[in-house]
């Protein structure tokens, strides 16, 4: 038998690995966390492909054309007509209009929808030739890429937070109950390390589950993100993941038992997911609107918006960075205390 | 409280009772042996001599620190053995070993130890799928490896079979011999704290009702106690007596 004198990194290896072999051996959670975003896109997917009609067809006319309104005489029951709007194909190729009407800068009344409403703006086109004989008036089809994503970036909040939640602060608090962190605690070890092979862990699992739901996404909707975007999105998920696992585990110290540590991972999950502005706009109702602001789920989900729909950030991405930077920070600086220290120190 | 103890605890409280406060010191190469029933506050006592509880007053001292704030150089001359399982089970028990063997100076009789108590055969296992003994032996193996100065032991052979349990008391002896290793050792096996302590303490509902010198368990000697708890200890006193001679002849 031989064995060789460890250095801290020896010691950081064991722990990573030992977690690894955690994870190997509880295969449902961490295929729960890899396979949860695939399972959503393709429900999102099979609801996309049965084409469920609207109940109401909105349609955004361009200030520059104030008559045409009135000249479609379109049953308002089933088309919701918005005059005035500004720049209307924009809001189609982001999916806040179905129809948007306005004139090019040759002169032509463009009708734009989305490729899966063709035939409705094709409808729509032979309706404005009818109402203008003398009108020029065509169509364009907008790339829907960012209405087929629309959920994916809060799909990919959803799936980390479960990484973080359920797998690394799920795993602490059960050793924490089984009481099996004792012998490192009076071991002379750096406990540092154990903190950091359960983040590159759960870091690389975080990964592995944004890259399947990339992929998933190219597959099911056909989403083409440039390799700058897939950049981007692999090292925002990144933090984001960090984030998340350093709240799994904050929490996990705080909590002894399992089982209640266990509940809470559940209302925090649920927290995140209604509250930090993920499927539900939270600038609906002040109070949602502060909340969201506290929670880190809802800079993340905007980060990963901006660069998965390419349509802006609604806050600054600086100050979305640097509050997950915080927040881990905040998280693993208190667990780092808390399980390093014993009852006394 | 002086520094030259190994282990001091003073007016230690494990409950709410004010006249149950907890004192005694250890010498170096001194063992000394907690007896008492199930609930009778040993395991408590050495959960705040871990570091890990904290009494409701009093103070502990382990080499002149106190045990949760110890450096991890102090930390190298203590071995603790948890009655709870306390052992990583998703850790190899290579990687357990090199991890210890990496932190702790090895002695020349450690890794003959090892083949003794089966731990050789099980390197690459798992240590959540070892049986409860072995689980054990490894547990007691991290605190007997190298040199310490200090055992805390709670219940350390509960779990093992006669010749496992002699191999391991042979093997603290010889340590104990060798480097004057002192320490506090739970357990409700009389025979155990009789082949190890020099020093007995029996404690019942958090106090200590009584102390003698270990060979008295044997018989050899006559015990030692407080006025005060004279009518409760000698029942004790002739059960442990005669579960030790018990042991003494089945083994």
Redesign the interface.
């Known amino acids: 038998?031989s064995?060789?004198?460890?250095?801290h990194w020896?010691?950081l290896f064991?722990f990573t690995?030992?977690?690894f072999?955690?994870s190997h051996?509880h295969v449902g959670l961490w295929l729960l966390g890899l396979t949860l975003p695939i399972v959503l896109l393709s429900m999102l997917g099979y609801a996309r492909l049965l084409h469920a009609p609207a109940p109401l067809t909105q349609i955004g006319i361009a200030a520059d054309l104030p008559f045409l309104p009135t000249q479609l005489g379109l049953d308002q029951t089933v088309f919701q007509i918005q005059p005035e709007v500004s720049k209307p194909g924009e809001l189609v190729r982001r999916a806040d209009l179905r129809i948007g009407i306005e004139r090019a800068t040759d002169g032509a009344i463009v009708v734009h929808s989305s490729a899966s409403d063709q035939p409705l703006g094709l409808l729509i086109k032979q309706r404005v030739e009818l109402s203008e004989p003398g009108w020029t008036v065509r169509q364009e089809i907008a790339r829907d890429d960012q209405r087929a994503l629309q959920y994916l970036p809060s799909i990919l909040v959803i799936s980390l937070l479960n990484i973080g939640l359920l797998l690394a602060g799920a795993k602490l608090s059960r050793?924490r109950s089984?009481?099996?962190?004792?012998?490192?605690?009076?071991?002379?070890?750096?406990f540092w390390t154990y903190v950091l092979a359960e983040w590159i862990t759960k870091l690389v699992l975080g990964s592995m589950a944004t890259i399947l739901a990339l992929l998933a996404a190219s597959l099911l909707m056909g989403a083409e993100l440039s390799l700058r975007q897939l950049t981007l999105v692999l090292m925002v998920s990144a933090l984001i993941s960090t984030a998340f696992i350093g709240l799994g585990v904050a929490v996990a110290c705080l909590v002894q038992d399992h089982g209640r540590a266990l509940g809470i991972f559940v209302a925090v999950n649920l927290l995140l997911a209604v509250f930090g502005d993920l499927f539900f706009a939270s600038e609906k109702y002040l109070i949602t609107e502060l909340v969201a602001l506290v929670l880190p789920s809802s800079y993340g989900a905007d980060l990963l918006r901006g660069l998965i729909l390419d349509q802006g950030f609604q806050l600054a991405p600086t100050l979305s960075i640097l509050y997950l930077l915080v927040f881990s920070a905040l998280m693993f600086g208190f667990a780092a205390r808390k399980l390093g220290?014993?009852?006394?120190? | 409280m002086a520094n030259s103890y190994l282990v001091a605890v003073d007016g230690v409280r494990l409950s709410g009772d004010p006249h149950a406060a907890l004192s005694f010191q250890c010498q170096p190469g001194e063992l000394i042996g907690l007896l008492g029933p199930p609930g009778s506050g040993k395991s408590a006592l050495l959960d705040?001599l871990?570091?890990?509880?904290?009494p409701v007053s009093g103070s502990v001292e382990i080499c002149g620190t106190?045990?949760?704030?110890m450096s991890?150089?102090q930390?190298?001359d203590?071995g603790?053995v948890?009655q709870?399982?306390?052992?990583?089970?998703?850790?190899?028990v290579?990687?357990m070993?090199?991890?210890?063997?990496?932190?702790?100076p090895s002695d020349d009789s450690d890794?003959n130890l090892?083949d003794q108590l089966g731990l050789?055969d099980a390197?690459d296992c798992?240590v959540?799928d070892l049986s409860a003994a072995l689980r054990q032996c490894l547990s007691v193996y991290?605190a007997l490896h190298g040199r310490r100065r200090v055992w805390i032991m709670d219940e350390p052979t509960a779990a093992l079979n006669h010749s496992q349990r002699r191999l391991i008391w042979d093997c603290m002896l010889s340590k104990q011999r060798r480097h004057g290793i002192g320490g506090v050792i739970a357990s409700s096996n009389g025979l155990e704290v009789a082949a190890l302590c020099q020093r007995v303490y029996w404690m019942d509902r958090g106090r200590i009702i009584g102390e003698a010198a270990a060979d008295m368990l044997l018989g050899h000697r006559s015990m030692s106690k407080s006025g005060a708890f004279a009518s409760d200890y000698a029942r004790p006193q002739q059960a442990i007596q005669r579960d030790t001679q018990q042991q003494l002849e089945a083994a």
């Open positions: 038998m064995f060789a004198t460890p250095s020896q010691t064991v690995r030992m977690s072999e955690h051996r050793e089984t009481h099996s962190l004792r012998i490192f605690q009076v071991l002379p070890l750096p220290r014993r009852a006394g120190a | 705040v871990d570091g890990l509880a904290q106190h045990p949760a704030r991890n150089p930390k190298r203590v603790f948890f709870q399982c306390a052992l990583p089970v998703h850790m190899r290579r990687q070993l090199s991890l210890l063997w990496g932190m702790v890794l090892i050789s390197l798992v959540g991290l």
